[in-house]
């Protein structure tokens, strides 16, 4: 089945840097999105960008998709510690039932 | 407050023993979902739900079953619990094809 994989699986940063992390999938999709969570907790939605969607803002955080190359990043700017957590991407199919298939997630530590 | 909450957020039961986690919206979403999140292996469908009476397997859906009576209720059955089913559970919602709101999670553990 089609999977987002995350990369990498553990980024740790300065507090005020920017991160990035990269999301690949297998097949075409109908929407991508990111999802953080903080230790042991719900996940929390972040962004939802379509399939005939590039680029998406949010506050600090930016979503692009390149449905050619089957991947997405996001990038989140002037980083803070709060901002650690596991960042999650999840793909949702183009037909079929309503399904989001998530991969691994990368795991994010902001260092003050 | 627009939420799912989940029921009991914590768990230890025994082999064999019948149990029920509960699940509940308030925001009228039509989609329900239950995972599962297992170091290494991350979060993997169970059975979702895109309506009233209208229930679906996800990727992992052995030794679980789900009803969906009234829109706002999704419960998780595990009518014979067995040690692989120790992990951690996430109750979900949303619109159709729309970002998914999460409870705070279940843990749950078998022995």
């Known amino acids: 089945s089609q999977q987002g994989e995350e990369d990498p699986q553990a980024l740790s940063i300065q507090e005020g840097e920017n991160a990035t992390m990269n999301c690949s999938y297998k097949?075409?999709?109908?929407?991508l999105q990111w999802y953080r969570q903080n230790s042991g907790r719900g996940l929390v939605h972040l962004i939802l960008?379509?399939?005939?969607?590039r680029e998406k803002h949010s506050g600090r955080l930016r979503v692009t998709l390149d449905t050619s190359k089957k991947s997405s990043s996001l990038l989140i700017t002037a980083s803070r510690a709060a901002d650690t957590a596991s960042y999650f991407c999840a793909t949702e199919k183009i037909q079929g039932a309503q399904k989001l298939v998530f991969g691994q997630g990368t795991r994010l530590t902001i260092n003050p | 407050e627009a939420q799912v909450t989940q029921n009991p957020r914590y768990l230890i039961t025994v082999t064999g023993k019948k149990l029920t986690v509960t699940c509940s919206q308030n925001?009228?979403?039509?989609?329900m979902s239950w995972y599962r999140q297992d170091p290494g292996l991350g979060l993997r469908q169970i059975y979702y739900?895109?309506?009233?009476?209208?229930?679906d397997k996800g990727d992992v859906p052995e030794g679980y079953k789900v009803s969906r009576k009234e829109k706002r209720n999704f419960p998780l059955i595990l009518e014979s619990p067995s040690p692989n089913q120790t992990s951690l559970y996430f109750c979900?919602?949303?619109?159709?094809?729309?970002?998914?709101?999460f409870g705070p999670g279940t843990r749950l553990t078998v022995t």
């Open positions: 960008i379509r399939s005939n969607e």
């Open positions: 097949t075409s999709i109908n929407n």
């Open positions: 979900a919602s949303s619109f159709p094809r729309g970002e998914q709101y």
């Open positions: 739900s895109m309506n009233v009476e209208v229930t």
């Open positions: 925001m009228n979403h039509e989609y």
